[in-house]
């Protein structure tokens, strides 16, 4: 008779165990595995934003708009990985890449002529 009032207090007390876990574990390694958008402007010759920020260790979709009339692409080493986005004008395009290293890393257009005519932006890895 006392083997059923020991497995219902048993019972109940994985039940309260579970209701009360915590789901953050779950939520947070989805989130760290939910890429990061981040969408650029091109004109000429500027970028916008000029300073963009992401998480290391997370995967970034980047999305070049190109509003210019000419060429343009989003170029940086990050962390010795060279990461290049080429667009046409009127067009976007869109590249995954997942930077490792925290750091500051210069972004520019590599077309002849465009980084020294100012378009340059910075990439913050945090």
Known sequence: MRVLPAFV???????LTAACAPAQPAAAAKSS???????????????????????AGRPVTLTVRNSGMV????QAQVAGEA???????????????????????KVVCSV?????????ATLIVR
């Open 9 to 15: 207090l048993l019972f109940a007390s994985v039940l």
């Open 33 to 55: 595995t939910q890429p990061q958008a981040l969408t650029v402007t091109a004109t000429e010759m500027a970028f916008s934003p000029t300073t963009m920020e992401v998480q």
């Open 71 to 74: 060429e343009h692409n989003w």
């Open 83 to 105: 990461i290049m986005l080429t667009v046409q004008p009127r067009q976007s395009a869109s590249k995954t890449f997942t930077p490792q290293t925290p750091g500051t890393y």
């Open 112 to 120: 002849p002529g465009h980084e020294q005519a100012g378009m340059v």
